[in-house]
């Protein structure tokens, strides 16, 4: 009888194990929940993996990091963080595509801006104009060994030292037919700048798409990986996953998360857990 | 066993209808079965699903970008090798740049730029590759000039010597006016280029080489004529004048050219264009003669003509054609056909070809009727592919143009369309319904003469062992006398509603009685085999399958003989 209990038991167990994880999952964009083609979830796993300390709801965030990575912030609330690392001469990266990090960039004292644009060209990687190829423009410590880089859906860059530039051949394609007509004039666009702040740098980067999952999933993407593991690659790095699309769920993704990111759950649980067990032992289930 | 029985017969034709309709609805799903692949969610509005997207890697500026500093390369050494008279080699440069060009313009039309600065780039070049192939066969022409000069004056030939001024004098005109073309966007271009960082120096030098060239055929043409003048000096008795009307000219529009003999001698009049015979005619009685020309594939640009008559030379009047626009439409025919129209304004552009490109490259070339209609069939694959057409024959005076991309449909080969179109879903349909026809007849021919069979079994092997103790029912050995026959008291129990149901009590009754192991599964065959030499049993078992299987219609009297043949039959028994 035991052993049909145990075997129930198990069996409840991967069930709820199953469901578990399925609550968990979002399939909101650049969400680091989301295990999908447009989430974070690889990156975050490979931050991890690479030494990375995420920030995430819940956490403090760590005092002596040299390098901040945003993934399309919303909102100043990052600020006293980012301010930190620029005043101990570190680096805060911002990817943004939709323009939501300007505020940001504003408070920070930096010039520099995402416009948000349909940034196309005819240097593509796959078969869309808004894949976009660009090329290294300027030197920089986190474009060692990169040349060319593959962008998806970029925006465009105004202001700062240009980093990374599209050729020639591209366009702000504003009716999204796939093709420069008039008024969409065929020229350069920066994709990545810098700009120093005091005695850290600023890195901005107009497409946050660069994370997302789906890019991970091409075998040969040029320098991407490359770029990434720069970006990842200095003493202490913090991912935010507090203040930008990272750290969005939605459904039942988000109260569970919710749930979880607060300090006292864990404890909740475990008490829970425990009074379980006790339970069965009491009648003599287990 | 019974409950089985009787419902098993209803819910296979509804299970075989249920499949055949379902079948019938997927039929059509069938080629195409997918109903969710990856490529169906393969963007939002922040990203492409790259992953599932066709890696192509294009670095289309690193082919753009040099092809245009090779195209101004080409330019440079051909101008140079036109001024230093190597027509051999300058031959050679105008086939490479022309071919450069050329791609260049596929590329435009294949990365679907025709509205962007490249596009402009393209059209400047396209007015400078019309340049450079006239500045090149006029200034190959007059040099030959040079030649045929000294043939004529060798042979004391005043006329031919004339011509040979004349022709000179139309081509330096020519070369004046094309030179003064090409120079006359270079500002225009070299802009363009810079703004793509094409290096332009080769382009520059190009156009200085080229107003050289026109410096010193104005020179040469001017010592030839001060030359043959003074060698030949014109007649004095007998001379012809020229006149032009319009003085510009388009695509489409007539030219007016009259003019008039003075002086005795032939009627015979040739008129030249750009020192080319253009027409041979006869004055009038008064010396008057009178062309009319229209303007068709002529190069845009000025255009001298003269006319000559018997040793007497008209001057030579220069007229202009203008370059008129073009308006040029696709559509798709079906069947991987297209056709289409090309104007220049209101006028049907004739006999001009028309290129069709399917991603820059060409599938066909068709050629324009008289009112500008231009039809046939591409050189694609199967499948649907994107055309566009493309008007851009420098030997018109009108500008290139493209039409609009059409999608276009070819059709799987003819005899797979056979197949697969026309045959192939009608027979699928076809068979299903067969199929469906012959499951139900099927099932009712096995239900139909069962049914007595049944109707037996209903009553006697299927009984559960309780209705047994409570109804014996009627046994299948044969009965022993006639009033304790079950047989026929169930005949009498079916006969006023089922006939042939209660004729088949009889006929078990008498294959009982013919000796046979089990006389509910019996056939008439196996009676007759059993019984050969009976007759009126013979009768009787050809009358039964008449009314079971013939479906003949029973009459009082049909009844009374069965029932009759029948208790003798089983008198005769006992």
């Known amino acids: 009888m035991r052993i049909s209990l145990l075997i129930a038991g198990l069996l409840i167990l991967l069930t709820l194990g199953a469901m578990g994880a399925h609550l968990q999952a979002t399939n909101a964009e650049l969400s680091r929940f989301n295990p999908g083609w447009n989430g974070t979830a690889v990156f975050f796993s490979l931050a991890e993996r690479n030494g990375a300390i995420v920030h995430s709801p819940g956490s403090s965030p760590v005092d002596h990091a040299d390098r901040y990575l945003l993934i399309a912030p919303d909102g100043v609330g990052a600020e006293p963080i980012a301010r930190g690392v620029l005043a101990g001469g570190g680096t805060v990266i911002i990817a943004d595509e939709d323009g939501g990090a300007n505020e940001l960039l ?12 349909n940034v196309s060209s005819a240097d593509m990687e796959f078969a869309s104009p808004r894949t976009v190829r660009a090329q290294v423009s300027s030197n920089h410590s986190v474009l060692t060994g990169v040349e060319t880089l593959v962008f998806n859906r970029p925006s465009f860059i105004e202001g700062g030292e240009p980093l990374v530039r599209t050729s020639v051949l591209s366009w702000i394609d504003h009716d999204g037919d796939g093709s420069p007509g008039s008024g969409e004039t065929l020229g350069r666009y920066t994709l990545i700048a810098s700009e120093r702040i005091g005695a850290g740098d600023v890195i901005l980067i107009a497409d946050a ?45 988000y109260i569970v998360h919710t749930v979880k990111s607060a300090p006292i759950s864990s404890i909740i649980v475990i008490f829970l857990l425990m009074m379980v067990v006790a339970f069965a032992f009491r009648r003599q289930i287990l | 066993m019974r409950r089985d029985a009787k419902g098993s017969l209803p819910t296979l034709p509804a299970v075989a209808v249920l499949i055949c309709i379902v079948l019938l ?22 990203h492409d699903r790259v992953s599932v997207l066709r890696q192509v890697s294009q670095d289309n500026t690193g ?60 059209r400047l070049n396209a007015q400078n590759r019309e340049d450079l192939t006239s500045l090149f066969e006029d200034t190959q022409r007059f040099s030959e000039l040079k030649r045929l000069e000294i043939e004529y004056r060798d042979a004391d030939n005043p006329d031919m010597l004339y011509s040979v001024m004349y022709e000179g004098e139309a081509l330096r005109s020519r070369i004046k006016e094309t030179v003064t073309s090409y120079e006359g966007r270079s500002e225009e271009m070299t802009g363009v280029s810079e703004r793509f960082g ?45 006149g032009l009307e319009p003085a510009e000219v388009r695509y489409g529009d007539i030219l007016t050219i009259s003019g008039r003999i003075i002086g005795s001698g032939s009627q015979d009049v040739a008129l030249y264009l750009d020192s080319r015979l253009l027409w041979n005619g006869t004055a009038a009685s008064d010396g008057t003669y009178l062309h009319r020309m229209s303007i068709g594939m002529i190069r845009t640009g000025m255009h001298t003509l003269y006319a000559t008559s018997d040793g007497a030379f008209s001057d030579v009047p220069a007229f202009r054609v203008i370059r008129s626009p073009t308006s040029l439409t696709l559509a798709s025919s079906g069947g991987g056909n297209v056709h289409g129209v090309l104007l220049s304004g209101d006028v049907p552009v004739r006999d001009a070809p028309v290129r069709i490109l399917s991603a820059g490259r060409p599938v066909a070339t068709l050629t324009t009727d008289a009112d500008g209609r231009f039809t046939g069939a591409l050189r694609l694959s199967e499948g649907d592919h994107r055309v566009v057409a493309a008007f851009d024959d420098h030997r018109y005076p009108l500008e290139p143009s493209w039409s609009e991309e059409v999608l276009v449909h070819v059709p799987p080969r003819k005899e797979s369309q056979g197949v697969g179109g026309i045959i192939l879903y009608p027979l699928v349909v076809l068979i299903l319904l067969a199929s469906l026809g012959g499951a139900i007849w099927y099932l009712r021919r096995q239900s139909s003469p069962s049914e007595p069979r049944v109707s037996v079994m209903e009553e006697r092997p299927d009984r559960t062992e309780e209705e047994h103790a409570e109804d014996p029912g009627p046994e299948l050995s044969p009965p022993t006398d006639e009033y304790g026959d079950p047989f026929l008291e169930a005949y009498h129990a079916a006969v006023g509603s089922d006939y042939p149901a209660a004729l088949r009590h009889l006929f078990i009754s008498l294959a009982g009685a013919a000796g046979l192991p089990d006389p509910a599964y019996a056939t008439v065959g196996d009676i007759r085999r059993k019984q050969p030499d009976d007759p009126r049993l013979h009768a009787w078992l050809s009358a039964y399958e008449r009314v079971l ?13 069965f029932l009759a043949e029948y208790l003798f039959l089983r008198e005769e028994d006992a």
Not at chain 2, 29 to 42: I, M, N, Q
């Open chain 1, 209 to 253: 798409s660069l994370f997302a999952s789906t890019m991970k999933q091409v075998r040969r993407l040029h320098d991407n990986p490359r770029l990434v593991t720069n970006l990842l690659d200095s003493d202490t790095v913090m991912v935010d996953a507090v203040y930008g699309r990272p750290a969005d769920a939605e459904g039942p993704a």
């Open chain 2, 198 to 242: 094409v290096e332009t120096t080769p382009y520059t030098q190009s156009v200085d080489d080229a107003r050289s060239l026109s410096v010193s055929v104005e020179d040469e043409q001017e010592e030839r004529s001060t030359e043959i003048r003074r060698v030949a000096p014109p007649r004095a008795d007998r001379s012809i004048t020229i």
């Open chain 2, 549 to 561: 299987y013939g479906g003949h219609t029973i009459t009082d009297a049909d009844r009374d003989w």
């Open chain 2, 25 to 46: 609805l997927i039929t059509p799903h069938a080629a195409s079965p997918v109903l969710y692949t990856t490529k169906s969610d393969s963007f939002t509005a922040m």
């Open chain 1, 106 to 117: 504003e408070v920070l004292g930096v010039e520099m801006r995402i416009i948000p644009g």
């Open chain 2, 63 to 122: 082919i753009a970008l040099p092809l245009m500093e090779e195209i101004f390369s080409s330019s440079g050494t051909l101008v140079l090798n036109i001024n230093l008279r190597d027509f051999e080699s300058a031959e050679r440069d105008l086939d490479d740049y022309l071919a450069r060009s050329r791609q260049f313009d596929n590329m435009v039309v294949r990365l679907d730029m025709s509205q962007s600065d490249l596009e402009e780039w393209r």
